[in-house]
């Protein structure tokens, strides 16, 4: 319970005058008072008695002589003639009469010694009132030069307290009568001056250095042992789809768990570098916000000594993978569109010169000759390579450009043509058959064609590098139900159970080490493309015996908005 400082000395001033007033009040009486009362009950008892006897002896005298006159006894005992005469002696009358002025004596004695103490006590209560009045100067002046300073100091220090130290405590202007107090007050307002400049230091600091992580691209934050963050950038909230994360638990934030990851689901950095002392590493995670965005988590321990003892942080950088998919995907694009240019460039003029001198050829020395002509026939097969050759840099060309296309109605047959021609002489080469199957005579889906280009592009590629010699690849297109269904099957080498579940993750690459290993990117990219599209992509696989993509599409009309609800 809180008691001011105030109330303590008022109460302590009281309590103790009334002590003093009451141990003296009773000392007086003990002492004075009540042996007075004892000795002034005690004579006026024995006047009293003395007083009464005399009254009742003079009365009996009296009767006794009235009875003897009466009665005319002649002769009566010597004792009574003396009592008689005794009575009727003046002396007597005047002991009598000595003795009454005795007891009145005394009686206007103790009349003055009861007055001298009713003096005394009114005495006592005018020195108690005169304690009581400086009592109360002394208060006035207590609080006003102690306590009244000390309730503004505690004020002030309860403001700073929480938070608020723009308050002061008024000071004395006066600096002629300066005392201790004044110098207290001056001492506080000096420190709440530097606390709140350091305060502003610190807070400049903390806004440079949150501005400093927000500009960041990649996501940051800071965890210390039990899993709190302390720190994290605009780029982290955005990758938790919340505007705050600071203070919460990293597996909540991440994952909406209310315990740890469980190491079956996730590699939990804190505790690999905890528990094997790494210096980094490096996994990828899905979070809850974004499950079908795999995240790139670096992390890094950050140890401070602090007032002899460490303090043990992470520090993660979180990228997100899908742009680096984006870049990986236009920098295919760029690839593609470089090289066409550069063979449209290179080959096209020759090329084009070679075959008008061809048909000129054949137009100038074959024309009036059959075409069962053995010469004429190996001519025109030149003449058709040639135009074949020429049509390469166009596909090339058409794959690449158009990169920021809108979405638009895509014709999957011609689209897939012009990707197997591109992949048709590294297929043969390695003894491939390369097919394309479709159920009708034309296949539209909404979307770019480019990137639609690209999808088929990475599957046939990955079919290519997982099928051997003799193999077959086949595409099919099919629609049915407002549906449009591609499915790319190779009988290459398969994907095993294990690794099935990660093939579309980032990085991730099953392909065989040297000139068959890939970046991992491929799939990664075929899936984003899929996503972008509305479409939903599944793959079938055993090993040893092949595998099958199958992607699925809202088919395009134009009489009708394509729709289309992906499967979860």
Known sequence: MFISLNR?????????????????????????????????????????????????????????????????????STNVAEILRYNED?????????????????????NSRYNSFARAVKVTLISTFLIILLIIILGILLRKWILEPIDKLSHISDLAASGDLSQRVSLNTNYLFEDEIDKLGQAFNQMLENLNNSFNEIRQKEKFQQALINSIPDGIRVINENYDIILANDAYYKQIDTPHGVGLKCYASCQNLDHPCPDSS??????????????????????????????????APLVIDEDNRQEFYIVESIRDLSDDIKFSHQQKLSSLGFLS???????????????????????????????TDEAKKYLQMILEQITVCLDIPERLLKLSQNIH??????????????????????????????LLKSSGKKVC???????????????????IKATGSEGKIEVSLRTAADITTIKVKDTGRGISAK???????????EGQKGSQSGTGLGLAIVKSIVEKFSGNISVQSKEGKGTTFTIEFPQYAESRTPKYKKNE
């Open 8 to 76: 303590k000395i008022l109460y302590t001033i009281a309590i103790f005058f009334i002590l003093t007033c009451t141990i003296f009040v009773y000392s007086f009486y003990i002492v004075y008072g009540q042996k007075f009362q004892e000795e002034g009950q005690i004579n006026l008892l024995n006047t009293k008695q003395f007083s009464e006897l005399n009254y009742e002896n003079v009365i009996l005298r009296q009767e006794l002589n009235t009875l003897l006159k009466n009665n005319e006894i002649s002769q009566v």
């Open 499 to 509: 690794n099935l579940p990660h093939i579309f993750e980032p990085f991730y690459s």
């Open 266 to 299: 996730f590699t939990c950095p804190l505790k690999e570098i905890r528990k094997n002392r790494q210096k980094q590493i490096k996994v990828i995670q899905q979070f809850q916000a974004f499950p079908h965005r795999h995240l790139s988590i670096n992390a």
């Open 405 to 434: 296309d809108s979405n638009g109605p895509v014709d999957c047959i011609t689209s897939s043509q012009e990707i197997i021609a591109l992949l048709d002489y590294e297929a043969k080469r390695k003894g491939i058959e390369l």
């Open 90 to 110: 003046p002396r007597s009358l005047n002991e009598i009469t000595t003795e009454h002025k005795r007891v009145e004596e005394i009686i206007r004695n103790y």
């Open 445 to 463: 889906i909404l979307g770019n064609d480019s990137d639609f280009k690209m999808l088929i592009l990475n599957l046939l590629q990955n079919a």
């Open 341 to 371: 240019t550069s063979v449209a460039h290179e080959m096209k003029n020759s090329l084009g010169s070679v075959r008008m001198i061809m048909e000129n050829i054949i137009n100038k020395y074959y024309q009036n000759i059959p075409d």
